[in-house]
């Protein structure tokens, strides 16, 4: 991803759907990925819209942890206890690499994204995606 996201400014959506077939989003601004030297730090600009509302903004800055590289900044190792690696904190707002679990499900355990089910509920479905941003035009 860092080397996919290094060359060209690119903008983020994620999509979602819950057991109960609705589907919501979240637009961002900006998405890329550090170097490794980085962590894999997670670069997100501004939230920009969408029903699901901002889960990920807690998650900007943050490297990218692993079962076998814990860079969190939590105590414990927050891809063991959330079931997946992802841009951990303290541990997690979203957590669209958790285990695939139907709905209601027990805290911390499924795919989830706190402003739209909470965190004890995993969803059916999301996908996060990419695409280029065309610079601002030049002026002068």
Same mark, same amino acid.
């Given at each position: 991803?860092?080397?996919?996201?290094?060359?060209?400014?690119?903008?983020?959506?994620?999509?979602?759907?819950?057991?109960?077939?609705?589907?919501?989003?979240?637009?961002?601004?900006?998405?890329?990925?550090?170097?490794?030297?980085?962590?894999? %730090?997670?670069?997100? !600009?501004?939230?920009? *819209?969408? $029903?699901?509302?901002?889960?990920?903004?807690?998650?900007? &800055?943050?490297? /990218?942890?692993?079962?076998? %590289?814990?860079?969190? !900044?939590?105590?414990? *190792?927050? $891809?063991?206890?959330?079931?997946?690696?992802?841009?951990? &904190?303290?541990? /997690?707002?979203?957590?669209?690499?958790?285990?695939?679990?139907?709905?209601?499900?027990?805290?911390?355990?499924?795919?989830?994204?706190?402003?739209?089910?909470?965190?004890?509920?995993?969803?059916?479905?999301?996908?996060?995606?990419?695409?280029?941003?065309?610079?601002?035009?030049?002026?002068?």
């Amino acid at each position: 991803m860092h080397l996919l996201t290094q060359s060209k400014n690119y903008e983020l959506r994620v999509d979602m759907e819950d057991f109960e077939g609705q589907k919501v989003f979240a637009a961002y601004a900006s998405f890329s990925v550090g170097p490794e030297s980085e962590g894999y %730090k997670l670069n997100l !600009g501004s939230f920009l *819209n969408g $029903a699901a509302g901002d889960s990920l903004t807690y998650h900007n &800055g943050r490297k /990218f942890t692993t079962i076998d %590289k814990d860079q969190d !900044g939590h105590g414990s *190792n927050c $891809a063991m206890s959330a079931y997946g690696a992802f841009w951990y &904190g303290g541990c /997690f707002h979203a957590n669209p690499n958790g285990i695939y679990a139907w709905g209601p499900s027990p805290r911390a355990a499924g795919v989830m994204w706190k402003t739209f089910k909470g965190l004890d509920y995993s969803l059916k479905t999301m996908t996060m995606k990419i695409r280029p941003v065309n610079p601002p035009p030049q002026t002068g």
